[in-house]
Structures are given as C-alpha cells and as structure tokens.
C-alpha cells in the first residue's frame, strides 16, 4: 500500500495558440489507505487528474509520487496501480474466471497463486458461485464486480476508479457503493474514486477533493465540506437542494437587499457587499421571521420543498411533511440559528469568516 502525492500538477493539451490549461497547479497528500473522493463537474478535470496519476496522460508541470517514488516518468505498469472505468471491458468469450485471471496469466504467475488470488476475491465480491458464467449471463451489477474483481486480483498498492457506477440504475449504485466500502474496509489499499454525483461523493468519501475548471475548491472530510464549505461553488455543489445564496449589504445585525431588510440572529462578520448562504434544511418556519413569498411546493413523501423568493431572490426551504403544506402566493416567516449562517465574500466567491 501506499500513500499518494499530488505536487503542483499541472495539464494541458494542444500547443500554441490551440493551448488549453485543464488542471491548474493542484496540490493534494493522500495517506497511505484513504479513499479519497475526486468530485466536480463535468469538463473539470477529474478523469485527466486520474489518468496522470495511472501514467495514462502525460504531466505537464508538477510532480506525482506513490509512495516513495515520483512516477513521472514511469509506464503505467511499473505503477502498481489498477484501474476500474465506468466503460468495464470484459472479455465476452471467456468466463468470470479467466475474465479476473487473465491479468495475472499474463504476467506469467504461477497457476496455484493465480487460483488462490482469483478465488478470494470472487469471495470477497460474491461471485464465487459465477465463476463459469461468461459476462452475458450476468447482470449489470455482477459485470461491474468482475471488473472489480479483476483489478483486486491484482494486489495493487493503489486502486483508481473513473465513475465506475454511472451505467448502473439507481438501486444498483445505491447497492455497490456499500460493496467498495466493505472492499475498501476489507483491503484498506489507498483509493482514488472520481465521480460527478455528490451524493456518491459524500457515501463514499472518506475525505473529498472538490473540483470546479480545473482547481481543487475544497479538500477535506463530507462533514467538513457539507458544514464549512470554502466557496460558494462549494456550497451549491454539495448538499440537495443546493444552499441557497443571497446577495445583499451587511451593518450588524441587519442584511439588506434593493430597499428590503432582514434581521441576522448574530451580526454579519464584517460590514458591506456579502453572500449570505443558509441550507434549506437549515431554515425553519417562523411567523416571526425574514417574509419568504411562496411561489411552488413539491411534495416528496418524508418532506416538502418549498420554492419562493426571500430579499427578491430564490430561496427554498425544507420542511416535514407532517405541517401543514404553504400555498403558492402565501407569504411565510423563515428563520435559521446563527450556526447555520454561511457568510462568503462577492468578489473572490471564497467563505468569509468572523475575524
Ligand atoms: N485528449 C484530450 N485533448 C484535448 N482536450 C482534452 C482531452 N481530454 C480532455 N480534454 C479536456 O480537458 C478538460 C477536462 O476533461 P476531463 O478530465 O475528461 O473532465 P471530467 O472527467 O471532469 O469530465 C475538458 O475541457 C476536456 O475537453
Ligand atoms: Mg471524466
């Protein structure tokens, strides 16, 4: 096993005129055994990060080590890394079997070892009774194990994953996410999961790297990016609904917004132009609070969300579904604990924090 280090890596494809910067200097150190979660949009960067990191695409400034080694300069396999995509190729003509086996037959291993290795990861995955079945006779989901199957036979110091699930329908996903967190639990080896779903990252992640064109936004843990995020970028990205943001002017205890004011339960860390974010499941209803004009109101079963306007801009909150369902052009009262006030900066879009 083995750590990963990420030092002022740089991409970009094309030359000249044509140049086009897609990673942006990032820096990360990952330790030996973490499953890190790569997240952001699509375009940002993630599978380039990744594929630079298996020695698929070249580095063009900056250094990556695993482990002791910089890697730069090594060919994807004198990597010790193995990679599952969301594209899984099996072979169709061959068994479950030789589709894990075929790897390590390569390689020249012995057959007793390769037997053993292709054995214990089938039963760690469940397949040890699909062994003989060729890839048509399985389901999506146990096509997608096999895959797996085939990169843990392997033994790698690193495992990347490039939005392995994505083919997969909502039950599956849910279904194989909790089966990499028992593989990772199982084999602890240092694990790179790129995906653009949130609510994978959060499942997943045991800290996140959050990307946005070609920069990393936030590192850190699902709580620390979900309860601190470092942007607003951040903050609309994870959590859902998003956080909702208000621009506005801040004195004290008092927000405005062209000419409308409300009341902030604590002051504002500084005076002047600011983004104040509040989740809409952090926000309650409170005949006493900041008016929020109603405009739609879905229904999801356990909750409602509530659309509407607060100080002129959208703004939704969650609320049970056990109180009453507002009414499109009501007027409600909502308010939140100061704890739950997110202050960001207009300009550099970056959190702002009591001095
Ligand atoms: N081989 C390539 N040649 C030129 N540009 C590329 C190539 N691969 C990716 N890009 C560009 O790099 C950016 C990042 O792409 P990618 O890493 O695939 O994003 P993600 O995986 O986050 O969706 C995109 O703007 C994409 O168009
Ligand atoms: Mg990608």
């Known amino acids: 096993m083995a750590s990963i280090s990420l030092r002022r890596v740089e991409k970009a494809y094309g030359h000249g005129a044509k140049l086009n910067k897609v990673i942006h200097g990032l820096d990360a150190e990952i330790a030996d055994g973490e499953f890190i979660v790569i997240v952001g949009p699509s375009g940002c960067g993630k599978s380039t990060l990744l594929r630079m990191v298996a020695g698929l695409e070249e580095i063009t400034g900056g250094e990556i080590a695993i482990g002791a080694r910089v890697v730069n300069q090594l060919e994807p396999s004198q990597r010790d890394i193995a990679m599952v995509f969301q594209n899984y190729a099996l072979y169709p003509h061959m068994s479950v079997y030789d589709n894990m086996a075929y790897g390590l037959k390569i390689a020249g291993r012995p057959k007793a070892e390769i037997d053993e290795r292709v054995r214990k990861a089938a039963g760690i995955l469940e397949l040890g009774h699909l062994l003989e079945r060729r890839p048509r006779e399985l389901s999506g989901g146990q096509r997608q194990r096999v895959a797996m199957g085939r990169a843990i036979v392997r033994q790698p110091q690193v495992f990347l994953f490039d939005e392995p699930l994505s083919n997969l329908d909502a039950k599956l996903r849910a279904q194989t996410r909790l089966e990499i967190q028992k593989l990772h639990r199982e084999l602890g080896i240092t694990s790179l999961f790129v995906t653009h779903d949130q609510v994978e990252a959060m499942t997943l992640a045991q800290r996140m790297i959050v990307m946005n064109g070609g920069r990393m936004e936030q590192f850190g843990t699902p709580e620390a990016v979900y309860s601190r ?126 001095a």
């Open 229 to 354: 995020p470092a942007s607003t970028f951040v903050a609309g990205f994870i959590g859902s609904p998003p956080m909702n943001l208000l621009d506005g002017e801040a004195a004290g205890t008092a927000f405005s917004h062209q000419g409308q004011s409300v009341a902030l339960p604590a002051a504002a860390p500084r005076a002047g132009a600011l983004v104040l974010g509040l989740r809409p499941e952090h926000a309650r209803i409170d005949p006493a609070g900041w008016p929020m004009q109603v405009q739609t109101v879905e229904m999801l079963g356990a909750e409602r969300l509530v659309h509407g306007q607060v100080l002129g801009q959208g703004f939704t909150l969650r609320i049970d579904s056990t109180l009453p369902a507002p009414q499109a052009g009501q007027t409600l009262g909502v308010s939140a604990d100061a704890a739950h006030l997110h202050w960001f900066d207009p300009g550099s879009r970056q959190r702002v924090d009591a």
